[in-house]
């Protein structure tokens, strides 16, 4: 196993500290694929302080009602490297129910090596539970909008890739990839990495 790179992990660290979406970073190279850094607004969202939530796989959130098929495509997509997306019912710390827009999505180095996985949850209100096919059309609609290569671009973001390595398999510079990233970010609305993902995902890609 290759020692995980510090400066990387404050990039990545940096990158969800004051974001608006509840964010974890798990590191999959240690058992059990703790948690390793959490955000406040997972801890607002969740009511976890960072004690009780640093070092734990995030399936604590989990209860009796929290569908087992979920559970299963989240652990088939961390055991596949690849990104996943699903709505889930959860429970926060006084044992309120909440259905959970959970994403886990690979951050991968530049050595290709799996470094992290990045977890974001989003609350949905429960009078949107049901709007998930309309919001899949949506995410359609807005990648459709896309040129060719701000989609090639946004399905590499959406597999976990790093701007070198998408630069480095597209054969293109990495300012031209930041160009593109940029123009596709502002197309589909997207605050951050984590918005562009759901929305490549919801998408299909």
Known sequence: MQTINEA??????????????????????LRDNPIVAVNDAFCVLTQYPPEEVVGRNC???????????????????????????????????????????????????????????????????????????????????????????????????TQGRRTKQIAHELSLSEKTIEMHRALLFRKLNAINVADAVRIGIDAGL
């Open 59 to 157: 399936k604590f959130l989990a209860g009796n009602e929290t569908e087992p098929w979920l559970t299963d495509k989240i652990r088939d997509g961390v055991r596949r490297h690849s990104p996943v997306l699903v709505e889930i019912l959860n429970y926060k710390r006084d044992g309120t129910k909440f259905r959970n827009a959970v994403l886990v999505a690979p951050i991968f180095d530049d050595g290709d090596i799996l470094r992290y996985f990045l977890g974001t949850q989003i609350e949905l209100p429960e009078e949107n539970w049901d709007l998930f096919p309309n919001r899949k059309r949506h995410a359609r609609a807005l990648v459709g909008d896309l040129s060719n290569r701000q989609r090639q671009v946004l399905q590499k973001i």
């Open 8 to 29: 990387h992990f404050e990039n990545v660290l940096g990158s969800i500290q004051f974001s608006p979406i509840a964010t974890v970073i798990s590191d999959p190279n």
